[in-house]
Nanobody
Framework: QVQLVESGGGLVQPGGSLRLSCVAS????????MGWYRQAPGKEREMVAT???????NYADSVKGRFTIFRDNAKNTVSLQMNSLKPEDTAVYYC????????????????WGQGTQVTVSS
C-alpha cells in the first residue's frame, strides 16, 4: 500500500556531509510524521530527527546543530542534511512515516524504509 525508498547513503570522511532522501509512494491520503532513525551495529534503533506535517521538528541531542530535516508535503518526501559527520554517526539510516492515512482504509499506519548505510571513516 505504501512504499518508502531511501537514497543518499555512502562513505564519507569525518567532518564531511551527506544528504539522505526518502520518498513515500502508494495510496497515501496523508502523513502526519516523517522522520529518520538509525541503527548502529550492536545498538538499538534510535530516533535521529522527525518532522510533522505542520513543520514541527525534533532532533536527537547527538545531532542537534549538525543535521537538518526537510519535508515536502506535496511530494511526500523527507530529507536529512548531515554535516560535520563523526565516526559515531556510522549506522544504517531508516526513513519512517507515522500516522499515515491510506486511501480506502481506516486507521493510522506506520511504515519503514529498507535502510541506507552511512559510514563515516577516514
Amino acid at each position: 500500500q505504501v512504499q518508502l525508498v531511501e537514497s543518499g547513503g555512502g562513505l564519507v570522511q569525518p567532518g564531511g556531509s551527506l544528504r539522505l532522501s526518502c520518498v513515500a509512494s502508494g495510496s497515501i491520503s496523508s502523513i502526519s510524521v516523517m522522520g529518520w532513525y538509525r541503527q548502529a551495529p550492536g545498538k538499538e534503533r534510535e530516533m535521529v530527527a522527525t518532522v510533522t506535517s505542520g513543520g514541527a521538528k525534533n532532533y536527537a541531542d547527538s545531532v542537534k546543530g549538525r543535521f537538518t530535516i526537510f519535508r515536502d508535503n506535496a511530494k511526500n518526501t523527507v530529507s536529512l542534511q548531515m554535516n560535520s559527520l563523526k565516526p559515531e554517526d556510522t549506522a544504517v539510516y531508516y526513513c519512517k512515516t507515522e500516522r499515515v492515512r491510506v486511501i480506502g482504509t481506516t486507521g493510522l499506519y506506520a511504515y519503514w524504509g529498507q535502510g541506507t548505510q552511512v559510514t563515516v571513516s577516514s
